[in-house]
């Protein structure tokens, strides 16, 4: 009898996030050939997002769907997912690390008395059993861990796991009936948008970080225009955001976010160990700093040792030119 290994899916703006596809093939991984792979999608008024699910890869969509889930509440979404692990029975549940995968897959895990490893960077074989990796020590080390129980919970760093191009079956549509919770303890009315940010930061892959260095809100405006040229988002230090140079959805590390792009500029920031958990993970890291003696360059594969003021809009001039030709 073939088992189930559930990918739950995070959506935006009509589209699935890069990380679901990332957390499908983490799931073709984790698979053996008795396995399918299946996508969990919660939320409201996802017709539309549906129609375009048919090449996700996976066997089967459940979709569960009610204006009680437009956003993302913990006790509503967790009482939609164990619907379809109701229906699905499955051996494995994978989540994306991301700010609701963090938060959900714990609750879920706990109820189905599920062992759960967090934040996988990297899947493998030891013989039969699949092996994950994940940093630990603020990313100065990594552990390889196998998780025994069944079903199992994995959440996968974002923009760690390749996506093989083969995209190829057509997943069926299963919609489960919302059965509301007799109770929710809060509800969410309304959902704003603090920053403006055309790149999502958690999914960037080129980000532009200021630290304390950049000196102002203004000092953030050439790391901007480097951002966007580049097609890349813009990030800081806790230092910078507590000088209140920019808000706190930016800052990166330890108590911000954790990203992984695959080119990290970080200019103006020493390197604190804080803020280096957030990013060490960043496949090609360049520091700009004025000062040479400054930790960042110990991780730094390039570092430019002069003021961002003047090293910034040069850099973003011969971008330009190369982008021009
Ligand atoms: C519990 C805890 C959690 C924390 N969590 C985080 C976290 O999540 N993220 C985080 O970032 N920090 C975190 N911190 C804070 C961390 O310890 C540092 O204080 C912070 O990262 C420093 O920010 P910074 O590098 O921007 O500032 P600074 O350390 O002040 O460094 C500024 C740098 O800018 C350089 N500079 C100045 N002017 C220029 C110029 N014109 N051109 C080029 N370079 C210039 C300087 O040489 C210096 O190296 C945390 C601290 C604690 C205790």
Same mark, same amino acid.
């Given at each position: 009898m073939s088992?189930?290994?559930l990918v739950v899916a995070e959506h935006r703006d009509g &589209?699935?996030?890069q990380v679901t596809y990332e957390a499908i093939e983490a799931a073709k991984v984790s698979s053996t050939s008795r396995d399918q792979i299946c996508l969990a999608i919660i939320g409201s008024q996802l017709d539309h997002i549906v129609t375009t699910l048919s090449d996700s890869g996976v066997e089967k969509i459940y979709v569960v769907d009610h204006e009680q889930l437009k956003y993302y509440q913990p006790e509503a979404y967790a009482s939609a997912l164990k619907q379809v692990i109701d229906a699905s029975n499955p051996r494995g549940i994978i989540f994306g690390h991301t700010a609701i995968g963090r938060d959900l897959a714990p609750m879920i895990a706990a109820s189905l008395d599920a062992g759960q490893v967090s934040d996988v960077i990297n899947i493998g074989k030891l013989g039969e059993e699949i092996v994950y990796t994940r940093p630990i020590f603020a990313g100065k080390a990594f552990e390889q861990k196998k998780v025994e129980s069944s079903p199992w919970v994995v959440t996968i760093r974002p923009n760690n796991i390749t996506i093989a191009d083969n995209k190829n079956k057509n997943g069926n549509i299963e919609k489960i009936a919302y059965n509301e919770p007799s109770s929710l303890q809060t509800k969410i009315l309304e959902v704003v948008q603090k920053t403006s940010a055309k790149v999502d930061l958690s999914e960037a892959k080129i980000i532009i970080a #200021? #630290?304390?260095?950049?000196?102002?809100?203004?000092g953030f405006q050439p790391l901007e225009e480097l951002a966007d040229l580049l097609g890349g988002a813009v990030g800081a230090s806790r230092g910078a955001c507590d000088a209140g140079y920019c808000d706190y959805s930016m800052q990166i590390g330890q108590t911000g976010k954790v990203v992984t792009p695959e080119i990290y500029i970080a200019c103006g920031i020493s390197g604190a160990i804080q803020h280096v958990a957030g990013m060490s993970q960043s496949r090609i890291i360049i520091a700009i700093n004025k000062d &040479?003696?400054?930790?960042i360059f110990k991780i730094a594969d390039y570092g430019i040792v002069g003021d961002l003021f003047e090293v910034i809009p040069l850099l973003t001039e011969e971008f330009k030119n190369v982008l021009s030709n």
């Open positions: 088992k189930t290994i &589209a699935l996030r #200021g #630290g304390r260095g950049v000196k102002s809100t203004e &040479a003696d400054a930790p």
